[in-house]
C-alpha cells in the first residue's frame, strides 16, 4: 500500500536567493515535479505519495516560506518570486509540473500567474482564486484566537479544516501527529499567511493563464470548500476539475491512493 511505502532517499538543499534560503528535498528522476505543501500541514504531508512520485519523476518538496529551514517571506506575491527564483536556480532539464495543496495551491497558482513560463502543468488540490466574506472571517478569527491565547487555542479547528470529523474519530495516531506538527510552525508565518489568504484574490488574473491544469477538491473540505474548486476551474482556460468523493482538505494523507490514481495521467501525459 502506498500508506506503508518506505520514503524515498532525499537530498536537503537550502537554495540561496537574495541573502535568504528556501529549503527543498530533492528525490527521483525524471520529469520534475514540485510540492507545496498546505500551511496546516507542512512538507511531511505529501509523504504518503512521494514514494510512489520518486518512481517516475524528480521530487522537488518545498518548506515554504517560513516552514522549517526556509527563509519567512511576507505576502503571497513576495513568496511566489522568491520560490520561483529559487526554482530557477536548481537549473531544471524539463519545465517542472506545480502540485500544491491548500494555501501551497495558492502559492502555485500565484507563482504560476507571476511566472508563466516556469512551470508546465498545474494540479492544485483544494485551494480556489478567493475566499468569501465568510471564509475570509474565517482566517481573520483564528490569527486573532492564536495571537491572544496561542496557537493551541486554535489546534482543534485547525485540525477540523484538515480532515472530517469521522475519519479524524477513526484516525486518532494521525491526527495526534498532524497536530504536533501543526503546533510547531512559527506563529509569524501563521499570522502573515491569515492575512495573505484573507485579502487574495486572483480572479482576474486567471484567464490569461493557460497552463494545463488540474483542479481536486475534496467533497468533505470545510477549508475550501468546492465551490471555490469549482470557481477556480471555471475561471481557468486550460482546466478540468475532479471532485474526490469522502475527502477533506488534504486528500493526498487521506487516501494516497485515490490521489495519485486520479493525477496520474495528467501528470505523465
Known amino acids: 500500500m502506498t500508506q506503508s511505502a518506505q520514503l524515498p532517499t532525499f537530498t536537503t538543499q537550502l537554495i540561496p536567493v537574495n541573502n535568504l534560503t528556501l529549503s527543498v528535498k530533492i528525490a527521483g528522476s525524471g520529469q520534475p515535479i514540485v510540492l507545496f ?4 500541514a507542512d512538507e511531511t504531508s505529501f509523504n504518503r505519495i512521494t514514494p510512489e ?24 506575491d ?38 508563466s513560463d516556469l512551470p508546465s502543468k498545474l494540479v492544485l488540490a483544494d485551494c480556489g482564486a ?20 496561542g496557537m493551541t487555542a486554535i489546534a482543534d479547528v485547525a485540525m477540523r479544516r484538515l480532515f472530517a470529523p469521522a475519519y479524524q474519530t477513526e484516525h ?14 512559527n506563529p509569524q508565518t501563521f499570522h502573515a499567511a491569515c492575512a495573505a489568504l484573507g485579502s487574495m484574490d ?31 476551474a471555471k475561471g481557468l482556460p486550460n482546466s478540468s476539475l475532479h471532485v474526490l468523493a469522502g475527502l477533506a482538505h488534504v486528500p493526498q494523507l ?9 493525477i496520474r495521467t495528467f501528470i505523465s501525459e
Do not use: W
Open 37 to 40: 505543501h498546505s500551511l496546516l
Open 53 to 76: 512520485l520518486a518512481k517516475n519523476f524528480q521530487v522537488i518538496q518545498l518548506s515554504l516560506p517560513g516552514f522549517g529551514d526556509s527563509s519567512f517571506i511576507d505576502g503571497l
Open 78 to 115: 513576495a513568496s511566489a518570486d522568491f520560490i520561483a527564483a529559487a526554482i530557477r536556480v536548481l537549473k531544471l532539464n524539463k519545465a517542472p509540473i506545480f502540485l500544491g495543496n491548500g494555501y501551497g495551491g495558492f502559492v502555485a497558482l500565484n507563482t504560476a500567474i507571476r511566472h
Open 130 to 149: 478567493c475566499f468569501t466574506e465568510q471564509g475570509r472571517a474565517a482566517f481573520k478569527g483564528m490569527s486573532t484566537n492564536a495571537a491572544a491565547n
Open 172 to 185: 486518532p495516531e494521525l491526527i495526534a501527529e498532524r497536530k504536533e506538527r501543526f503546533l510547531a510552525m
Open 202 to 232: 486572483l480572479r482576474p488574473n486567471l484567464p490569461e493563464l493557460k497552463i494545463p491544469s488540474l483542479v481536486l477538491v475534496g467533497e468533505l473540505d470545510e477549508a475550501t470548500p468546492p465551490p471555490m474548486s469549482t470557481e477556480l
Open 254 to 262: 487521506q487516501d494516497p491512493d485515490t490521489f495519485l490514481a486520479t
